[in-house]
């Protein structure tokens, strides 16, 4: 009788411990979005929920089990059929469209989203004066118009953007 109290008791407990640890999840989440493209790397998107990162772009490398020999490739066969690239391509992506279609997300979730923290580190820098300018011209117009639409909307405590 003693030995099916004890494991009641302890089967109880650990579910209240589980209780406890998804509550204390849900009430301390820090969820943050950062994107960064390093000079000498390719770009890089990582969604992170509080202590979990989840790196989304660049899309890791399929590594191939060096245990199994390599399989001889298929016959190729005739076709016609266009093969098609990458699931997400960043070629011929309409970047007014993309950033329209920020916007009306963000005016979404005004009321539900809370923003503590905005920090925007950009450095542009090319090989030609004219085009690092009108780069810079283009960034300085960007943020002329997001900037505002945030301080509008949402009230953002730690606020800091750095153009060079």
Not at 28 to 50: N, T, W
């Amino acid at each position: 009788m003693l030995r099916i109290a004890a494991w009641t008791a302890g089967i109880l407990g650990g579910l209240l411990l589980l209780l406890l640890f998804l509550i204390l999840l849900a009430l301390l989440p820090r969820v943050r979005i950062e994107a960064d493209k390093p000079q000498s790397g390719p770009f890089r998107l990582v969604i992170g929920y509080g202590l979990l990162r989840i790196p989304i772009l660049p899309r890791p490398d399929k590594t191939k089990q060096a245990s199994a020999p390599p399989a001889p490739p298929p016959p190729e066969k005739k076709t016609t059929e266009k093969k098609k690239g990458a699931g997400l391509s960043l070629h011929g992506l309409d970047w007014g469209e993309l950033l329209s279609l920020a916007l009306d997300l963000l005016i979404g979730l005004r009321n539900r989203l809370v923003i503590h923290r905005l920090r925007v580190n950009v450095l542009l820098a090319t090989g030609d004066a004219a085009k690092t300018g009108i780069l810079l011209g283009q960034t300085a117009a960007i943020s002329g118009m997001i900037l505002p639409f945030l301080e509008q909307n949402f009230v953002i405590k730690d606020f800091k953007v750095d153009v060079d």
